[in-house]
């Protein structure tokens, strides 16, 4: 348990920092068109060192990410995921010389609290698959996640971001819940390559980029990392205790659903810091 709890903050941590260097690449870049999958922006911001570098970061997030989906519960791994954002706001308030407010540390402070709860609460991570079809379902879930995000250029600039910013979160939270569905990571058996989950993973994870990419060029991107952290965190948590086999330890369930919402709460309260780097260049 604290392995996979400590592998899951080392995920926040790359995915924390990785969110100001991407951040800052797009913003320098000049969109392309209004649509929320624009793949022509992901084009350009790969021309800046600072989005590779946050690309690196990511891929090790990743990494981590996937090592302790293996040992813990989903809503461990989601919230950790979610407290990035407290990350990103000490990275920018260190780096970039942006000020925090003093609820703003606070925040922070609950963010770090509510994550040791979970690690005391949660319990042994789930064997189950949940319902037969549930990778085909990931797959579905993620074609309409473009759909909306390619819908969402047509929206009004507060909207959009909001729409892009779910969007992004459910892409992101498809791949949660899509590496629990894999049984083995052995590429040599053909059942892996037949699992719809292994491409689920893949289609989560570009359709949250593309919209997260999207949602950081323009917008409002306080709303949109709000809704992102809604939609990578909530869902897969659900799933993950419903039909995974997700745990707490015994009478210990309410200190779970505390320290989750606790820390999506608090997480919220820093979603400003999705465009930290365009406030300190200004």
Do not use: K
């Not at 949109?224 to 993950?240: D, H, I, S």
């Amino acid at each position: 348990m604290l392995i996979g709890l400590l592998l899951a903050l080392g995920c926040s941590v790359c995915y924390g920092t990785a969110t100001v260097l991407q951040a800052a690449a797009t913003r320098s870049v000049d969109a392309g068109s209004d649509s929320g999958v624009d793949a022509v922006l992901l084009l350009r911001a790969l021309r800046q060192w600072r989005y590779l570098v946050g690309i690196g970061l990511d891929g090790l997030g990743f990494l981590l990410q996937v090592a302790a989906l293996r040992l813990v519960p989903i809503y461990v791994v989601a919230a950790a995921i979610a407290a990035s954002l407290a990350v990103t706001a000490i990275v920018a308030a260190w780096v970039l010389s942006t000020r925090l407010s003093a609820i703003e540390w606070a925040a922070v402070a609950v963010v770090c609290a509510s994550l040791a709860m979970l690690g005391v609460a949660a319990g042994p991570e789930g064997s189950g698959h949940g319902p037969p079809g549930l990778g085909w379902a990931l797959l579905v879930i993620v074609a309409v996640v473009f759909v909306a995000g390619a819908a969402a250029g047509r929206l009004s600039d507060r909207v959009r971001a909001l729409v892009l910013g779910l969007g992004a979160g459910a892409g992101f939270g498809v791949v949660e819940i899509a590496v629990r569905l894999i049984d083995s990571l052995d590429l040599t058996r053909v059942a892996f390559y037949t699992n719809p989950a292994v491409y689920a993973v893949v289609a989560g994870g570009l359709a949250g980029f593309l919209l997260l990419t999207s949602a950081l060029s323009r917008g409002s991107v306080t709303t949109a990392v709000a809704g992102m952290v809604v939609g990578e965190t909530v869902g897969p948590a659900l799933v993950g205790v419903a039909w995974l086999g997700d745990q707490t330890r015994p009478g210990l369930s309410w200190m779970v659903v505390t320290g989750f919402a606790i820390a999506v709460a608090a997480t919220l309260a820093l979603s400003r810091f999705g465009e930290a780097p365009s406030t300190a260049g200004s």
